[in-house]
């Protein structure tokens, strides 16, 4: 089982739809949860921490279900500037380096 | 707003060659690291940099890899002898603390070894 797994993508959607993003990771103990978006060719940069009581930060909500192993990302109202490839990241408990784990990412596209 | 900087911002070299890739963390900054991403794939860490001394590193950072701080404010990395599949987008990140803080990503050094 990969470390961190995600849906593959690409999704494509028109400006204003709600989309999900979806992401597993394996080990149990991990306690640190991401995401962030990266544009082609460019650096990964932080859209927002994973708390276990959900957060919401404008048009993006975030959601962990430690039971399931699981994280979600749900984007309402998509913007053409939304599209990118978002990444699920997981820094592993225990880790004092602080080591991230990524996923492969999943790309969205967001059309007129 | 406080950013992570990187230098050069493409690297072409030859196989063999040393190269040695600068960033410059956010200032308040306690813990450092280095990331690669060949293209197409996903992000791999390699090495992690805490009080003058690495705190962990992956199977990736071998013998031909090094990290220093150098000074108050630069973080190096160094590749002795550098090989083809050296080549991909190398980013420096740094964050407050160790476990559980935010990382912050620089804007990479694209690295091709020819």
């Known amino acids: 089982r990969k470390e961190v797994e995600q849906d593959p993508g690409p999704f494509n959607v028109p400006e204003g739809a709600t989309v999900a993003f979806n992401c597993t990771y394996s080990?149990?103990?991990?306690?640190?949860f991401f995401w962030y978006r990266q544009d082609c060719r460019k650096e990964p940069k932080l859209l927002m921490s994973?708390?276990?009581s959900g957060n919401e930060d404008g048009r993006f909500t975030a959601q962990l279900n430690r039971a399931s192993q699981y994280i979600s990302l749900l984007i309402r109202d998509s913007k053409l500037s939304d599209s990118a490839t978002y990444l699920c990241?997981?820094?592993?408990?225990?880790?004092?380096?602080?080591?991230?784990?990524f996923g492969q990412g999943t790309e969205l596209s967001v059309k007129p | 707003e406080p950013e992570v900087t990187q230098t050069p911002s493409h690297q072409v070299t030859q196989m063999g060659q040393e190269v040695i890739l600068r960033c410059v963390p956010i200032?308040?900054?306690?813990?450092f690291y280095w990331y690669r991403q060949i293209l197409g794939q996903k992000v791999e860490f390699l090495v992690s940099?805490?009080?003058?001394?690495?705190?962990?590193k992956s199977e990736i950072f071998d013998d031909q890899f090094s990290v220093e701080r150098p000074d108050g404010s630069n973080f190096t990395l160094k590749i002795r002898s550098t090989k083809l599949e050296d080549s991909a987008m190398y980013f420096c990140?740094?964050?407050?603390?160790?476990?559980?803080?935010?990382?912050?990503f620089g804007p990479g050094t694209r690295l091709t070894v020819t």
């Open positions: 990140a740094s964050s407050v603390s160790g476990l559980g803080y935010e990382q912050y």
């Open positions: 990241v997981v820094n592993p408990l225990g880790n004092q380096g602080g080591k991230l784990i």
């Open positions: 080990n149990s103990a991990s306690q640190s």
């Open positions: 200032s308040n900054h306690l813990y």
């Open positions: 994973v708390y276990s």
């Open positions: 940099f805490y009080n003058n001394e690495i705190s962990e």
